[in-house]
């Protein structure tokens, strides 16, 4: 099994910046699509970034061109660069293959965009 260690979060202000981190145990992930999602208070997680193994990225609309996700397989990691962050963006962070998760959660890392 793929153990996921997210890392990278933060409180931040509106318009700021953070970059996510997410490292694998594993050197199988290369060849998975990956995704970033995300888990607001009381609402369900969401996928909002995917990278496939040749590196096409797909984003959901509330991220387009705010956020960046990339891989590093050498690695074994997977980014996430946030720029514009907005209030909305606040949620826990997570990562796992996409877009089925496959792999158990890691702890996620949380991500407050607060003035």
């Known amino acids: 099994q793929v153990q996921l260690v997210e890392s990278g979060g933060g409180l931040v202000q509106p318009g700021g910046s953070l970059r996510l981190s997410c490292a694998a145990s594993r050197s199988t992930f290369s060849m998975r699509a990956m995704g970033w999602y995300r888990q607001a208070p009381g609402k369900e997680r969401e996928l909002v970034a995917t990278v496939t193994f040749r590196d096409s990225t797909n984003y959901a609309d509330s991220v387009k061109g705010r956020f960046t996700i990339s891989r590093d397989n050498a690695k074994k990691t997977v980014y996430l660069q946030m720029n514009n962050l907005k209030p909305e963006d606040t949620a826990v962070y997570f990562c796992?293959?996409?877009?089925?998760?496959?792999?158990?959660w890691g702890q996620g890392t949380q991500v407050t965009v607060s003035s």
């Open positions: 796992n293959t996409a877009t089925t998760p496959l792999y158990s």
